[in-house]
């Protein structure tokens, strides 16, 4: 039972293109969204985060948009740069579980110079 | 950086021997998780803990056990490894009134 789900393996982008990146989910429950990005042999670092009362979060380069009532979100990378190739995770939690998060499988996004 | 140390960095181990993988960390954060990732399923929740002693288990705890006697170091442990214990393990902190975790470095891990 896949709570959160990233449908696409991979994705390839040119330099200076906007990269979308999707992710679905099915419990109601999840009231914290958040998406890290992985580099090969390192952890998973935070990227940015959306809680369940708001729509839409903005930082630099990076928004990330909240659609409750289809349960998806996207993160958004404009412009995208060869160094944001990487493997992006998307990750929920509700707060009564106190706060563990469930992952996507991940999106490989290669950003083509 | 949130202070996060996992040792070892890599091991290689045989069927049936016991491991334990520790994380450590420098900033005093009441909780503490450990995730396995695996291709195809992202990262999965092993074992988290909400405090010393303070520990519950997650949606793949199964082969492992944790402790946590103190506040800056939790342990995890395969009491007899398995193939199926290969994989890539990662270590996260919270910090109280935050919802987002902070990952520590990993550990590869191969059962042969």
Same mark, same amino acid.
């Given at each position: 039972?896949?709570?959160v789900k990233q449908n696409s393996p991979s994705l390839s982008v040119q330099e200076g293109r906007i990269s979308i990146l999707n992710c679905d989910?099915?419990?109601?429950?999840?009231?914290?969204?958040?998406w890290y990005k992985k580099y090969p042999?390192?952890?998973?670092?935070?990227l940015i985060?959306?809680?369940?009362?708001?729509?839409?979060?903005?930082?630099?380069r990076f928004t990330v948009f909240?659609?409750?009532?289809?349960?998806h979100l996207s993160l958004h990378i404009v412009p995208s740069q060869p160094g944001d190739s990487a493997v992006y995770f998307c990750?929920?939690?509700?707060?009564?579980?106190?706060?563990?998060?469930?992952?996507g499988e991940g999106t490989q996004l290669t950003v083509n110079p | 950086?949130?202070? $996060?140390?996992? &040792?070892?960095?890599? #091991?290689? !181990?045989?069927? +049936?021997?016991?491991?334990?993988?520790?994380?450590?960390?420098?900033?005093?954060?009441?909780?503490?998780?450990?995730?396995?990732?695996?291709p195809g399923?992202g990262?999965?929740? $092993?074992?988290? &803990?909400?405090?010393? #002693?303070? !520990?519950?288990? +997650?949606?793949?705890?199964?082969?492992?056990?944790?402790?946590?006697?103190?506040?800056?170091?939790?342990?995890?442990?395969?009491?007899?490894?398995?193939?199926?214990?290969?994989?890539?393990?990662?270590?996260?902190?919270? #910090?109280?009134?935050?919802?987002?975790?902070?990952?520590?470095?990993?550990?590869?891990?191969?059962?042969?």
């Amino acid at each position: 039972d896949q709570q959160v789900k990233q449908n696409s393996p991979s994705l390839s982008v040119q330099e200076g293109r906007i990269s979308i990146l999707n992710c679905d989910y099915t419990n109601s429950m999840f009231d914290y969204f958040l998406w890290y990005k992985k580099y090969p042999a390192e952890g998973p670092t935070f990227l940015i985060s959306i809680s369940s009362i708001k729509d839409k979060n903005e930082d630099g380069r990076f928004t990330v948009f909240l659609n409750k009532s289809a349960k998806h979100l996207s993160l958004h990378i404009v412009p995208s740069q060869p160094g944001d190739s990487a493997v992006y995770f998307c990750a929920a939690s509700e707060e009564t579980s106190g706060s563990r998060l469930t992952f996507g499988e991940g999106t490989q996004l290669t950003v083509n110079p | 950086d949130a202070g $996060i140390t996992q &040792s070892p960095r890599h #091991k290689v !181990t045989e069927t +049936g021997t016991p491991v334990t993988l520790r994380c450590h960390q420098t900033e005093n954060h009441r909780y503490m998780y450990w995730y396995r990732q695996d291709p195809g399923h992202g990262l999965r929740l $092993i074992h988290y &803990s909400y405090g010393v #002693k303070d !520990t519950d288990k +997650g949606e793949v705890s199964d082969g492992y056990s944790v402790s946590r006697s103190k506040t800056e170091d939790f342990l995890l442990t395969l009491e007899s490894a398995t193939s199926s214990q290969t994989s890539v393990y990662f270590c996260a902190i919270r #910090k109280t009134e935050q919802e987002t975790q902070y990952f520590g470095p990993g550990t590869r891990l191969l059962v042969l």
